[in-house]
């Protein structure tokens, strides 16, 4: 590997715990089935021990940059935002954190003034806008941030890219490949799945259409909470891994795929790309360990 690396470290999910009750007047909407869930399953799965060792390992890689892929919060209290923003600042500063929304983070309509106000910085571009898709550039890298996180109804997780999105989104790509970037684009949401409809991108189709026209070299994505690799295509008959981990927070209960990141190292030049993902995550007896390796893009 030549000395001009960059390490870019993704984790998502982390779903932060506890949760407390939130007011009465904030579970009078959509967040009343969220809470009951935490309380009847969800605390069992998102360990905040299992994520503060997590989170310990990848800053002992020393990455570059660190992706978020969303669903920090569980029902979108106001409480976790704040929760939220501690997290997001013992991971790094916002110039060293990007961070897009998921579902859980838009659980309600109101939820979005607080997640701007606490977490803005994390998601905001270059030029200092909170429009999404933004971006920013770090060494080699572009990082391109999708905004899926739509409130939804009751039982729903789905999640979707308006028009103003995919369009801007074509234009980011188009730009930052002439500027010879290796082009990251990170979503919430899967633009492949197995999981129920209920919760899916509900158009994948168009996502996946703007990346064939106009490429990209790596999609980070979260949500299901599996460690997931689907080869989209590209133009001109290259393909666009979409990756995705699991939940950075779930404990190695033997039903739940246990908690991981992905540590991407990037070097090479347009053209000459090398893209090698290391994916690291917890085991039964609680260390962290390198599970798999892979050449992603190059041949290394
Ligand atoms: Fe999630």
Known sequence: MTSNMFTLAHLSDPHLGPLARPPWRELFSKRITGY???RRRRHLVHDPAVLATLVADMKAQHPDHIAVTGDIAN???RAEFTAGRIWLDSLGSPAEVSLVPGNHDAYVRGAAKHRIGQWGGHMRGDDGGSEFP??????????IGLSTGVPTGFFMATGRLD?????????????TRDEGLFRIVMIHHPPVSDAPRQKRLLNAGAFKTVLAEHGAELLLHGHDHLRMLNWLNGPAGTRVPAVGVPSASAAPDGKHEPAAYNLYRIAGEPGAWTCEAASRGIAPD???VEQKRTMLVGQG
């Open 75 to 77: 029902v979108a209290a």
């Open 36 to 38: 009951v869930n935490w």
């Open 134 to 143: 933004y971006l920013r550039r770090r060494g080699p890298a572009a990082l």
């Open 286 to 288: 609680g260390d962290m």
């Open 163 to 175: 028009a103003p999105q995919l369009n801007r989104l074509g234009s980011l790509l188009d730009q």
